[in-house]
């Protein structure tokens, strides 16, 4: 068995990643979602855009409200806490 080089240990994670997201846009899981400024919602992760930059969340629920679905920056994201059921 020979070893991975680095850049073989690099796509194995980023396909790894990229399954990860998949399962969740499948699933949809419901999370809580902790934000910036001790803010927390939750809804069902519904999957991120390609860049990593945004989000998708359907039925938020918020302090203020839900909403059917919304879109969350994840610079705002500090952890998602993913609900086992």
């Known amino acids: 068995m020979t070893p991975q080089t680095e850049a073989e240990l690099r796509a194995e994670l980023r396909q790894d990643y990229l399954k990860f997201w998949l399962q969740i846009a499948a699933k949809k899981p419901q999370a809580t979602i902790h934000c910036y400024?001790?803010?927390t919602v939750a809804g069902a992760l519904a999957g991120i855009d390609a860049t990593q930059t945004y989000c998708n969340v359907n039925s938020l629920q918020t302090p203020i409200g839900v909403y059917n679905e919304a879109t969350l920056?994840?610079?705002?994201i500090q952890q998602i806490v993913l609900n086992r059921s």
């Open 37 to 39: 400024k001790n803010t």
């Open 73 to 76: 920056r994840v610079s705002d």
